[in-house]
């Protein structure tokens, strides 16, 4: 007789979220195609823009986290700073994310009408 299968539970200790953070030169066309075919490469894979030097891709498990920053290392262009940073579903639940709002001037007095 086999044993009934097992679903196991969530566990936020080993659900992983993948950050991948990059400085890359954009200062001539070709340097731009590679940091656009580097982006592009990123959400082909998954992942999805936290900011716009900062990517995020949810992973099950560290194992296939490391597949996905395995792909990553692949696509890294010659020039730029990149930053891969892997932390558990547990500590992504308690970031804390603030939105600034900047003060806008007042809008310009409307042109008024006169009639007589």
Same mark, same amino acid.
């Given at each position: ?39 592009? !490469?990123?959400?082909?894979? !998954? ?70």
């Amino acid at each position: 007789m086999t044993e009934p299968s097992r679903q196991t539970a969530f566990n936020a200790y080993d659900a992983m979220w993948i950050y991948v953070m990059f400085d890359l030169p954009v200062d001539t066309k070709a340097k731009q195609k590679r940091a656009h075919q580097f982006r592009t !490469g990123l959400l082909k894979d !998954g992942f999805s823009m936290f900011q716009f030097s900062v990517y995020i891709r949810p992973c099950p498990s560290r194992e296939n986290a490391e597949v996905h920053i395995q792909r990553v290392q692949r696509i890294v262009p010659a020039e730029g700073m990149i930053t891969i940073l892997l932390v558990t579903d547990k500590q992504f639940g308690q970031m804390r994310t603030f939105y600034g709002e900047k003060e806008a001037p007042p809008p310009p007095a409307p042109i008024q009408l006169e009639l007589f």
